[in-house]
C-alpha cells in the first residue's frame, strides 16, 4: 500500500513564506505525477500544482503561479512546496497527491487523476 505523509504546515502572516514536504512510501509507487491541492472551510478541493516524474515539468493555478514552486526528489520518493508571499486566501489543508499511471502525457489537474492522498496539514496566512 503506498502512503503520502505531509509535513511543514503552520502559521504566517501575509508576506511570508513555509515549505510544505511529502514523503511517499510503497515499493509499487512509481508516481507518474505528484501534485498539491487545498481545501479551504466551506469550498472544494482545489488544485496547486503539479510535477511529472519524468523530466520534472510543472504546472500551476493562476492563484499560485509565480508564488509558489513545486519540486520532487525522485530518488527520495518526496514532493515538496515552496509557498512565498502568502496571502490570506492561501489558508486552507494542503494535501499532497500522487498518480502511478501515465496520462498520455497530460498534466493531472483533478482529484480524480490522482490515485493516492496523503492526510493534510494545515496552512494559515493571517493579515
Known amino acids: 500500500q503506498v502512503q503520502l505523509v505531509e509535513s511543514g504546515g503552520g502559521s504566517v502572516q501575509a508576506g511570508g513564506s513555509l515549505r510544505l514536504s511529502c514523503a511517499a512510501s510503497?515499493?509499487?509507487?512509481?508516481?507518474?505525477?505528484m501534485g498539491w491541492f487545498r481545501q479551504a472551510p466551506g469550498k472544494e478541493r482545489e488544485f496547486v500544482a503539479t510535477?511529472?516524474?519524468?523530466?520534472?515539468?510543472?504546472y500551476y493555478a493562476d492563484s499560485v503561479r509565480g508564488r509558489f514552486t513545486i519540486s520532487r526528489d525522485n530518488a527520495k520518493n518526496t514532493v515538496g512546496l515552496q509557498m512565498n508571499s502568502l496571502k490570506p486566501e492561501d489558508t486552507a489543508v494542503y494535501y499532497c497527491?500522487?498518480?502511478?499511471?501515465?496520462?498520455?502525457?497530460?498534466?493531472?489537474?483533478?482529484?480524480?487523476?490522482?490515485?493516492?492522498w496523503g492526510q493534510g496539514t494545515q496552512v494559515t496566512v493571517s493579515s
Open positions: 497527491a500522487g498518480r502511478n499511471s501515465p496520462l498520455d502525457g497530460k498534466y493531472c489537474l483533478r482529484t480524480d487523476e490522482y490515485d493516492y
Open positions: 510503497g515499493r509499487t509507487f512509481s508516481s507518474y505525477a
Open positions: 510535477i511529472k516524474r519524468t523530466g520534472g515539468s510543472t
